[in-house]
């Protein structure tokens, strides 16, 4: 079929993943750019970019050339336009409205996330299954039925979904809102959900990034051996 | 000395790129080999075992040849033999201590993750500066001040610490933990957290991952821009 980089989860992250490469490093060198403009740097090298992120800056060249943003040689790019730059191309020149289904410590934490409103994901609505949850209000945003998920969603223009329900309802409330319009789901329940061709998702596995840490310590604890099996 | 890919943590993270990309992708796969023996599944080849993840077989067995597990012609690997060899190359294969610090959302959020006890991941010892939390406990775990982390870290024989404070303490907590004899550190303040060498940092970043999203979700819809690829 089509030439499918969404016929499902699994094989959206890799046949796009040269992309989701240079878009990491994108987020990485915004950053970046926004901590050396507040330090004053009306300038910077692809060189002094790179640097602080060990990035070769020929990596960093051939990450910015496609951006509306020229550096000169000897001079650099001008800091305030490079992050312009990189924010439309990441498309954080606007606003992205989000629905946030369960509203457990989770969901509540993500609702408090001073990152997400600074980077323009603003969250809007909120969906739990929970009667007694449901009809009470957090930080002022009420909690909905997932009865009322269509209304809402297209009310208030949600074109991302945030699910931080548990794995056993992760399906179905994904489907939910896809058919109320959500175009994204970014998905904490651990598992595989399935999307329609046109919704992307991307899975939040906490453990990876903890069994990432595990190598990492393991790797550098040279007495343990690096093959040791025991 | 170890070569180098411990001065600090963003040199850290890309020097072993390569490493990282490669544990990420064994992270994967025992995930869907576990789900594959859950199936009856007892033999899997590395075509079956990469299609689901859209990973080629022969970069799964490329990723598989330093196991102590090996697949042979037309019969493919043993499945529960290779789950074990991936847990041991991931260091799974035993418990990892764990110290949570900062008992906020986000804090008893991970603390009730089921994945983290599942993958060995034991958080032992929680930590907040905010005297009215100090003396209570969450889930039978007692919070401890900072001032006792030497203590607790040793007594528990905690490896790794869950850092979930604010940024505006995040170094410094990380100092606390690190001086008390953690290894490495799991991080989800915002901003780049310096440690000494022999300490390793993973840095979770969930803007990051929603920035994926949104990128994603732009560029499947061609009415918005000239970013078309579909």
Known sequence: MSGGHHKRNGTHYHTVH??????????????????????GHGRVSSAALGEALAIPDTQVR???????CHGQPGIGYATADLITAIRVRLGLDREWPAALAGVGNLGRALL????FPRRGFRIVALFDSDPGKVGTAVDGLEIHPASRMTEVIRREGVELGILTVPSSSAQAVADG????????????????IHTPAGVSVVNVDLTVQLEQLAFLVRLSAPERGPATTR
Do not use: C, Q, W
């Open 112 to 115: 408090r996330y001073h990152g």
């Open 177 to 192: 809102l896809i058919g109320a319009g959500v175009r994204g789901i970014l998905n904490f329940a651990p598992g595989v």
């Open 18 to 39: 040269t992309s989701r490469a240079s878009v990491g490093r994108l987020s990485l060198y915004l950053r970046r750019l926004e901590a050396l403009l507040e330090e």
């Open 62 to 68: 051939k990450d910015l050339a496609p951006l509306d």
